[in-house]
């Protein structure tokens, strides 16, 4: 099949003398141009926003508007549109000023036919050139946009699936001691809540988080006899059960992406006196992250449930740790957490407890949906057979 070949390039001509006009355009047309002219500026710009006009021929002089305006407006409203200027003698100095504004070539009044048409087809081949320059760079654009998408994606997925890994991890600790898998999650609302209280953000709350819900890790290495046990510890026991802290840092200190969590987990039994454990660190020597873990780790044992006690209300263990900022506390951040106020520690409390039945409500649906799936399978297969 023979290919059909490609309409006429369109040359617009603007010119307010008709005479020079016509010329041009009966020249043109026996070139197999398609031509149209137009009597000055903004009648031009009336054409080619009508159609599109890959080249515009204008006379430099004309009444009111003139060339260089029309040509600053193509510039403007058309940028792909080429711009060749016709000038009269002694115009030179202007006609440099063209093709500094973009004009791709200016002839002398009236041009040679062999100039006019040498110049249009420079003109066109240019504007080929530069479209198909545009379009490549529009599609690389596109590419780096999309790998971009994709490699945030890739990342987000590949922080999720950390995130859920530590999730997994602390709630099968969690179960083990509290015989509720809750007890770190809620640690962390808390802790989150009171650090964006003192304006900690972006990465340091995300570490402070998750130094927060790793902070009892090491109890995977206290044997069930002392971390279980319904009594007093012993004072051997004991011993055991403060090795917590550096197990728990010797287990995730050599995750680069757990180094700063790793300092909490360390530090999450220091106390602002200088009375904790494992080193005995005073004030600002414990992580700032640890100082507020020591609040939201309070707050939660005492308004949580244990097989042995019925926890107690959030107004009392606010006064508690009130009465203990300073001492065991750092005060800046028992003030943050009085700052929060009892009404919103309650509400998180109830958010967590609502979106866990929400996970669970969603994932027996589709465990509901999966059973339905497999026993239409089963049917199908029986039918079959
Ligand atoms: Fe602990």
């Not at 809620?186 to 790793?214: C, N, S, W």
Request: proline residues 5%.
């Amino acid at each position: 099949m023979e290919a059909i070949p490609p309409p006429p390039p369109r040359v617009l001509i603007v010119d307010d003398d008709e005479s020079v006009r016509d010329v041009i355009s009966v020249l043109l047309r026996e070139e197999g141009y398609h031509c149209a002219v137009a009597s000055d500026a903004d009648m031009a710009l009336e054409l080619a926003e009508a159609e599109d006009t890959p080249l515009v021929i204008s006379d430099m002089k004309m009444p009111g508007k003139d060339g260089l305006w029309l040509l600053e407006a193509f510039r403007d409203k058309h940028p792909d549109t080429s711009v060749i200027m016709l000038t009269g003698y002694g115009d030179t100095e202007q006609a440099v000023d063209c093709l500094r504004r973009g004009a791709v070539d200016y002839l002398l009044k009236p041009p040679k036919l062999t100039d006019l048409i040498r110049s249009i087809e420079r003109a066109l081949a240019k504007r080929r050139l530069e479209m198909a320059r545009k379009r490549y760079q529009k599609k690389l654009e596109r590419k780096v946009r999309d790998r971009t998408t994709e490699l945030r994606s890739a990342l987000k997925d590949v922080s999720t699936t950390y995130q859920n890994t530590l999730l997994a991890l602390v709630t099968a600790l969690d179960a083990r001691e509290h015989e509720t898998s809750d007890h770190s999650q809620r640690v962390v609302e808390y802790t989150v809540a009171i650090a964006q209280r003192m304006g900690i953000k972006g990465p340091e709350l995300d570490e402070i988080g998750r130094g927060a819900l790793l902070h009892d890790i090491g109890k995977i290495g206290v044997p069930d006899a002392v971390l279980l046990k319904p009594g007093k510890l012993t004072p051997e026991e004991w011993v055991e059960m403060r090795k917590h802290p550096d197990i728990g840092f010797s287990m995730i200190a050599p995750i680069p992406f757990l180094a700063i969590p790793s300092q909490i987990v360390l530090s999450h039994q220091e106390r602002w006196d200088g009375r904790g454990y494992p080193r005995g660190l005073k004030g600002n020597e414990v992580h700032i992250g640890a100082r507020i873990f020591a609040v939201a780790d309070t707050l939660d044992a005492m308004t949580s449930d244990r097989p042995y006690r019925k926890g107690t209300t959030f107004a009392n263990a606010i006064e508690e740790i009130k009465r203990c900022s300073g001492t065991q506390f750092d005060p800046e951040v028992v003030s943050a957490f009085l700052d929060i106020g009892e009404a919103q520690l309650i509400k998180i409390k109830e958010d967590m407890v609502a979106r866990k039945k929400q996970r669970l409500a969603e994932a027996t649906q589709k465990a509901l949906a999966a059973a339905a799936e497999a026993e239409a399978a089963k049917k199908a297969l029986e039918g079959a057979n």
